[in-house]
């Protein structure tokens, strides 16, 4: 059984930093692309980043630059370090082994001074 488990959100102040986790079990993580994405209430979910399982890293325009997706295979974790944070990235946020449709329960980020 897959679970996948975010934290490290939290209340930021305008040009703050938080990093997200996600750890993941059941499932063979190294072997897989993983996705944050975010979702706000009332919408859709939409992809932040993802990260190939060879490194390869891609973006939202909205977030380039601001944010940094990585992950350690050893640990079954894949992060989001966002900084720069702007009232807009306020939203729940997901990671997802891509295209599985497995979910976890999500990470709250709000911003606001």
């Known amino acids: 059984q897959v679970q996948l488990v975010e934290s490290g959100g939290g209340l930021v102040q305008p040009g703050g930093s938080l990093r997200l986790s996600c750890g993941a079990s059941?499932?063979?993580?190294?072997?897989?692309?993983w996705d944050w994405y975010r979702q706000y209430p009332g919408k859709e979910r939409e992809l932040v980043a993802g990260?190939?399982?060879?490194?390869?890293?891609n973006y939202a325009p909205s977030v380039r630059g601001r944010f940094t997706i990585s992950r350690d295979n050893a640990k079954s974790t894949v992060y989001l370090q966002m900084n720069s944070l702007k009232p807009e990235d306020t939203a729940v946020y997901y990671c997802?082994?891509?295209?599985?449709?497995?979910w976890g329960q999500g990470t709250q980020v709000t911003v606001s001074s």
């Open positions: 990260i190939a399982n060879f490194g390869t890293t």
């Open positions: 997802q082994p891509r295209g599985t449709g497995y």
């Open positions: 059941g499932i063979i993580f190294r072997q897989w692309t």
